[in-house]
């Protein structure tokens, strides 16, 4: 289709929303608005973390203390609770499996991407809407659908899937391996076959609006980078995602049609399974060829999102705007030539060991001017600490901490030692899983006004912050610690070995600190439901922004714009401008309107602007890449 048709296809959706009355259920069930989606996708996420935060409480309870008698989670647990009042074995494992699997997909992929690239694409690159309402709704009920399968398993007999939230065969492909290994394993592979749906229907949409929905102006040299970010994202997903997709097949094919992709001389209680010639390596590959760009789908939303609260809060222009795309891109690219750097011990031939390794450490390279280029727009900058500046200003500090840890690991003879210990665990929460969740809660607080049109509380916003700050940095850092003496991840527990009696008391550290940092998100939960019905009601533009989003009413409607899309003149960066007035000047304001502050490039453009019938300025569409 083409960018005219799109275009003519979008305006009479609007002039059809604003003619017919819509119902409840079209309206906030089944909507095609991306504004909606987006809330419900946000509403979604936040359930979801908070599930996979208390299993990750629950867990670590059994890790600190584990002689503790369980008991009193008996109402909740019920049977996962040994009649001498300890938790499961087996049940440790599933709640570790689908913490994993909750927090990486359905919490920092659905509810990041799909929230932040749902409600900013349009508004920001100046659309009334996604190109497809429609697939954008499908999207959300196929993420609903997956969902509710994979909740559903919490409550069959046998448990829920219990082979890590990696799944690697043989003990996902062999119902009969463990109790987690039978239904529970395969409602989770029907739940992430749906969820990869979900995901590719929104990618391709994605990718559809950024190329071709562009108001009049916006080339890509002017976007904002948290659509750069989302942009390529999206097609990190649908290059990616399929594979994971073809990998989850295979795995059912093993399962359930007696096939042998991942299987081969297999032995169970003695007796020989008929397998043969599978190979459970194929299946680390596949994972990890998604499993690696899947890291980057979670970081790379956040890190444009931190990109834009920076900027608009040091009232200074971002920092080499060009090298943050390009570095975008760079970080993209190598993201799928990296991956087997998660399989170091597989057996794998040195030399090519060597080649992923110095791929792995190129990736720095990239990151390493993103958090430059950060650091150089805080420097002098007349900083405002919002919420959402200071979690954007911790989402910094973890990609430096966590990142200096993945040179450790991404080194194949360092990794010998570190792999599958907690050393492992604290790297990815700090670079991949906090780094990307104060991405999100400094993008929910940054744009909640223009979401519900009211404020969320700065006070409680600001000790949210610090609570959940320290309290990541004393969970991760001691993990460092025991994970270079060696303590191995997913163990249950940790008393019948002396070499790790000496950490006894560090693991229930850990433990307290995770169960304290927790609890201080009730108070961001507290803030966000509150302020959604009885917050202080927000101004057009409260943080004084340039992007688009920020000229709509307070409470746009579908369509976005009451009348005529804005043009777009400017980069959406041009803060504490020599001789402006005003110390922003957003994007669809012309040069001609600002000639005291003009550059002698940009006096250029102002030839470029032509006088439409109404005497109002337009922009010669030829410049629009």
Do not use: C
Request: overall charge negative; aromatic content about 16%.
């Amino acid at each position: 289709m083409e960018t005219a048709d799109l275009r003519v296809a979008e305006e009479h959706s609007t002039e059809e929303h604003e003619h017919h009355e819509q119902s409840f259920v079209s309206k906030y069930i089944f909507s095609q608005d991306h504004k909606t989606i987006a809330k419900q996708f946000l509403i979604s996420g936040i359930l979801w973390a908070i599930l996979g935060g208390l299993l990750s409480v629950f867990f670590r309870l059994q890790l600190g203390f584990p002689d503790i008698s369980m008991e009193w989670l008996r109402p909740i647990l019920r049977g996962w609770i040994t009649p001498t009042g300890q938790l499961d074995t087996e049940f440790y494992l599933a709640m570790v499996t689908m913490h994993g699997t909750i927090m990486v997909f359905f919490v920092l992929t659905a509810g990041l991407s799909g929230t932040f690239s749902n409600f900013l694409i349009p508004l920001q690159i100046g659309a009334r809407d996604m190109a497809s309402g429609f697939l954008n709704m499908l999207s959300y009920w196929f993420f609903f659908v997956s969902s509710a399968i994979m909740f559903a398993s919490f409550f069959i007999s046998t448990g829920p899937a219990s082979g890590g939230w990696v799944i690697y065969p043989p003990l996902s492909a062999l119902p009969q391996a463990m109790s987690g290994s039978g239904l529970g394993m395969t409602l989770w592979l029907v739940s992430m076959a749906l969820f990869i749906i979900s995901t590719l229907l929104g990618g391709i949409n994605y990718v559809t609006t950024i190329i071709n929905l562009r108001t009049d102006g916006m080339s890509f040299t002017k976007l904002p980078l948290t659509i750069w970010a989302f942009f390529l994202t999206a097609i990190l997903g649908i290059l990616s995602f399929p594979v994971l997709l073809s990998a989850a097949l295979l795995l059912i094919l093993d399962r359930s049609f007696g096939t042998s992709f991942y299987l081969s001389e297999i032995y169970i209680g003695g007796e020989a399974l008929p397998n043969l010639g599978g190979s459970p390596i194929l299946f680390q590959h596949l994972f990890w060829f998604l499993g690696h760009p899947e890291v980057y789908i979670v970081l790379l939303p956040s890190l444009g999102i931190t990109s834009e609260i920076i900027a608009t809060n040091s009232r200074k222009p971002i920092f080499g705007y060009k090298a943050m795309i390009g570095s975008l891109i760079l970080i993209a690219f190598l993201s799928f030539v990296v991956w087997a750097h998660h399989m170091f011990i597989t057996g794998m031939n040195p030399f090519l060991g060597s080649i992923f390794m110095l791929l792995t450490l190129i990736i720095a390279i990239p990151s390493a001017v993103k958090v430059f280029n950060y650091i150089a727009t805080l420097w002098r900058g007349n900083i405002v600490f919002t919420p959402g500046m200071l979690f954007s200003i911790g989402l910094v500090s973890f990609f430096i901490s966590g990142g200096l840890t993945g040179i450790f690991l991404g080194n194949a003879a360092l990794d010998i030692q570190l792999h599958d210990t907690y050393f492992v665990v604290a790297h990815f929460h700090l670079v991949m899983g906090s780094a990307a969740f104060f991405g999100m809660l400094a993008g929910v607080y940054h744009w909640f006004p223009k979401m519900f049109g009211r404020m969320m509380d700065a006070k409680l916003g600001h000790l949210h912050f610090w609570l959940s700050f320290i309290g990541i940095y004393l969970i991760f850092f001691p993990m460092h610690y025991i994970g270079i003496a060696g303590f191995p991840r997913r163990y249950y527990s940790f008393t019948n070995f002396d070499a790790f009696s000496t950490f006894t008391d560090l693991n229930a550290f850990i433990s307290v600190a995770a169960i304290f940092t927790f609890t201080a998100q009730f108070i961001f939960l507290f803030n966000f439901f509150y302020s959604i019905f009885k917050g202080r009601k927000a101004t057009e533009n409260p943080w004084k922004s340039n992007t688009l989003e920020w000229t709509t009413p307070i409470n746009p409607g579908h369509g976005n714009w009451p009348g005529d899309i804005p043009k777009v003149y400017r980069w959406p960066y041009d803060y504490s401008k020599p001789g402006a007035p005003d110390d922003f000047i957003p994007q669809h304001i012309p040069f001609s309107d600002t000639p005291e502050s003009n550059f002698a490039h940009e006096n250029e453009q102002i030839s470029l602007e032509i006088k439409d019938d109404d005497n109002a300025i337009v922009i010669d569409t030829d410049t629009k890449e």
